[in-house]
């Protein structure tokens, strides 16, 4: 048998046994659990994700317009982005 050492925060941690204690396990049959699902599944068996928000493209587009605000180019009204039109003084 070996053993696997696991560092956590000591909130995550202590929510963690809380959660293992109300459904009846250890966090050790926890873990068990969780490492024969990703043997047998061959995957992490929840999904993780990156938020598209964070995406290079959507960085790039989202500093691109800071920079169009900046040099007038752009206008923020109600929320919403607009082309500035020619008429429209800084």
């Known amino acids: 048998m070996a053993t696997l050492s696991v560092r956590l925060d000591d909130k995550t941690h202590n929510a963690f046994l809380e959660f293992c204690d109300t459904v009846g396990l250890s966090a050790s049959t926890a873990f068990n659990l969780f490492a024969k699902a990703v ?8 999904e993780i994700k990156v938020d598209s928000f964070y995406s290079n493209e959507n960085v790039s587009h989202i ?3 800071d920079k169009r605000i900046d040099e007038g180019k752009y206008i923020i009204t109600d929320m919403n982005l607009n082309v500035a039109s020619p008429e429209v003084e800084n």
């Open 39 to 46: 043997v047998r599944e061959q995957k992490i068996p929840f």
């Open 63 to 65: 500093l691109d317009a």
